[in-house]
């Protein structure tokens, strides 16, 4: 502040008067006028000092910096000055800074180009800027700062993963910060649809929803998964946040063959779909309880279908007597255990079983999922058996086995099934002579 008094010498103006403007750090506009108009009388000037040009209003981002531009013609020995607007600290006076604030600066080209510069600028350096000419009246025009701000999230009010049970309500919330206003959209990662369910009951599917608030009501398996939100205001980056989405439910089995026939001396698969989360402990028992695991005679299989499917398999090689009877899959989590019967029993013939067509209104009663939402358009479906061949076994022998259920067989190996498949659907004709003979 001393630095300043003595190299502005300004004429006219007390010490005690420049001193006093100089340590106030919120001078008024008024005195500084006062002390420019001073600093003047001893100056003529041929011509009054004009603007050139318009101060052009600059839109910096957080942290960049950011420098105003005035131009001034015939400035002569009057002074230029700068002046925040609306906090009315003054900046800057000719090439001397006055506010204590370090981040600004001046700089000035000629007497006719003022620059006011503002590093690293921060939200409340933004507002109106004036550029003043000591004249009397004074001059002034004014250029407006806006410091932009990416969008934040603000991690107190944002949803973290949440777990819920299935037909309960999810709440996921995503406050972002930023400026200007952020706007917060939400997407599944795996691009599937968003199920709105408005207060009337009345649902929508939507492949984003806008808003910092997302309800999921009545929540379905299906609706499992990761969830984005995406928050945005035209100031890069973009940011988002990723949720899980957990539905919890007791586990459901499906099984596509419940009655399986073979001969002797072949390989046949079991198969189960198991529908559960958390993650069930699947594994299968035979008889009257042994735990069916991987050897010669065994290959157990568990393949993931989605995030709360599997599919459990076992394929029983080389057919003994012994290997007939039932086999049970079991499925247990923490919300329950569950388990389905499937009987394997001998079939004549060479190398051969059969299928018999797939009855479609008995598999959702029997083995579809009594919990699930019974919703046609969003319930999921589970792999129907593709394998239709015609014709099957006499159903009368099977008739003791199942109370409703048309039984039908898985066939014995690859080569059966590509034989059968093709034959099956490019002529099925053949496939009746196939199986008659
Ligand atoms: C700067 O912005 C203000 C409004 O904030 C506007 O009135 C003025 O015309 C703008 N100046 C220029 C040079 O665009």
Known sequence: ?????????????????????????????????????????????????????????????????????????????????WVKADTKAIQAIHDHVITHNPRVSVSHNDHTTWNLHIHNVQEEDRGQYMCQINTDPMKSQLGFLDVVVPPDFIAEETSGDVMVPEGGMVK????????????????????????????????????????????????????????????????????????????????????????????????????????ASPKSINYWVKGTGEMVISSAKYDVQVAAKSLFEVQMTVTVRNLEKDDMGSYRCIAKNSLGEVESNIRLYEIPGPTRAYNLPFDEEDYGEQFGSAEREQDEDFSNSVGRPSLHMTPGPPRATYDTLSESHVPYGTVPSCVAIIVATAAAMILPLFTLVLFTI
């Open 172 to 275: 996921l919330t995503c406050r972002a910060r930023g400026h200007p206003e952020a706007h917060v959209q939400w997407r599944r990662e795996d691009g599937g649809d968003i199920i709105v369910r408005e207060p009337s009951g009345h649902r929508t599917r939507v492949t984003s929803y806008q808003g910092e608030v997302l309800r999921l009501m009545k929540v379905t398996r299906s609706e499992m998964g990761a969830y984005m939100c995406i928050a945005s205001n035209g100031v890069p980056p973009t940011v988002s946040k990723r949720i899980i989405v957990n539905v919890h439910f007791h586990p459901v089995i499906q099984v596509p063959n419940q009655l399986v026939g073979a001969p002797l001396g072949t390989d046949v698969t079991l198969e189960c779909i198991v529908e």
């Open 1 to 81: 502040m001393m630095g300043y008094i003595t190299a502005s010498a300004l004429p006219g103006a007390s010490l005690t008067a420049a001193t006093t403007a100089a340590t106030a750090k919120t001078s008024s506009t008024h005195f500084v006028l006062l002390l420019l108009t001073a600093s003047i009388l001893q100056f003529g000037a041929a011509y009054q000092p004009e603007f050139a040009e318009p101060i052009v209003n600059l839109t910096v981002p957080l942290g960049r910096d950011a420098i105003f531009r005035c131009l001034v013609h015939h400035l002569g020995g009057y002074r230029v000055g």
